[in-house]
């Protein structure tokens, strides 16, 4: 099923036709259907797995009704020849209709409101590495697949779909980082925080510019490595206690130093502190966005939106630092790290610093990425 899964992802990131698009999208929302309620006998992942099954539904009814609007009005469904027929002018109202059709449906993939509502309850009932998976890989493709459509196919309307994502990140970023102070699950904790990132990250999509798209790359890959870190901590401290609850991470820089330095590194770099590579990321994501503000007002307002939502998920971010280092433990008892966890997690916290100090090489691959995708 992972197999599946990751190769839907990659043929997702990887789509130039609105066929494609639906058909990968759907290999990797079939198999989440049955990996987010493989603990049959757990009600809580029973319900996960419900959850994503019926709203995951109504994304895809979204998504292939508004390709079938898309490829009436335009008689395509390829990216580039979209691209070329939308040059000579917007095909109407129907093509708008299927193209907010195709982008609500989007949204469902990348945890992005108006379709983030079932993020955190499957991120708790599901089981921890699968969540780790959902959280990192098919996020990752599913932002991957929204420059695709809207930087490539959708360009040349582009007016059109910028402010919808402005308003959009606003809201996403503002509504996860709310909705995550006070939740007491590190899984749930998690799942509102991607919300939030989800939001960043339409930032720099909604900037459509090249500064914006390399920016959203950037951020998107050490993001991937941030989220793993933190969950691979998830994993190994609920293997032994059986407990997600933020409590039972109590004292785990005493019971697990290299565990206790993984997490709070992982939460500090997800704030946005720097010289980790979430600082940086998010510094790119705020000059896209003033980049654009140079001729569009409104994008002052979100990056005034965007400050204050780092400033807002500092608190729980803390929180949760605050209890691996400052808070006394009931169970004392050392977690035992395996050689490959060890590995794994070393590999993470080189790259959320490497990325923060070193961070050129990868912003030139996502610089070579984004020529592969805008229009310049």
């Not at 007016?159 to 995550?180: D, I, R």
């Not at 997600?244 to 004292?251: H, L, N, P, Q």
């Amino acid at each position: 099923l992972f197999l599946f899964a990751a190769t839907g992802m990659l043929l997702t990131a990887s789509a130039n036709d609105f066929v494609l698009l639906f058909v990968s999208l759907e290999l990797v929302t079939v198999t989440f259907y049955v990996l987010t309620g493989f603990l049959r006998r757990q009600a809580a992942s029973l319900e996960a797995g419900t959850k994503y099954l019926i709203i995951g539904a109504l994304a895809s009814g979204f998504t292939v009704y508004g390709i079938a609007y898309i490829f009436g009005t335009t008689g395509t469904t390829n990216f580039d020849a979209l691209a070329a027929v939308l040059k000579r002018g917007n095909p109407g109202a129907a093509f708008t209709l299927g193209m907010l059709f195709v982008l609500a449906g989007l949204a469902f993939k990348i945890s992005s409101v108006p379709a983030q509502i079932w993020t955190p309850d499957v991120y708790q009932g599901a089981p921890t590495p699968v969540t780790a998976f959902l959280a990192t890989g098919s996020k990752a493709a599913g932002m991957a697949l929204v420059m695709r459509v809207c930087l490539a196919g959708l360009l040349p309307v582009r007016e059109q779909w910028m402010t919808l994502w402005l308003v959009l990140s606003a809201v996403t970023l503002l509504y996860g980082n709310l909705c995550a102070i006070p939740q007491r699950n590190i899984k749930r904790l998690l799942g509102y925080s991607s919300i939030g990132h989800a939001g960043y990250l339409l930032m720099g999509l909604a900037a459509a510019n090249a500064l914006g798209a390399e920016a959203t790359l950037f951020y998107l890959g050490q993001y991937v490595f941030t989220n793993l870190c933190a969950f691979l901590v998830v994993i190994a401290v609920t293997h032994v206690t059986a407990n997600d609850e933020i409590s039972s991470f109590a004292g785990l820089g005493r019971r697990s130093p290299l565990l206790g330095l993984s997490l709070f590194l992982a939460m500090m770099s997800l704030a946005g502190v720097p010289p980790l590579s979430g600082f940086f990321g998010k510094f790119q994501l705020f000059a896209a966005v003033i980049e654009r503000a140079q001729t569009d007002w409104h994008y002052y307002l979100l990056a005034g939106v965007g400050a204050a939502g780092v400033v807002i998920s500092l608190y729980f971010y803390l929180n949760v630092g605050r209890v691996i280092y400052l808070q006394e433990a009931e169970e004392t008892t050392p977690i035992p790290v395996r050689p490959a966890m060890q590995w794994a997690l070393w590999s993470c916290l080189a790259a959320m610093i490497g990325l923060g100090i070193f961070s050129r090489p990868m912003v030139e691959a996502a610089q070579n990425a984004a020529r592969m995708i805008v229009w310049r």
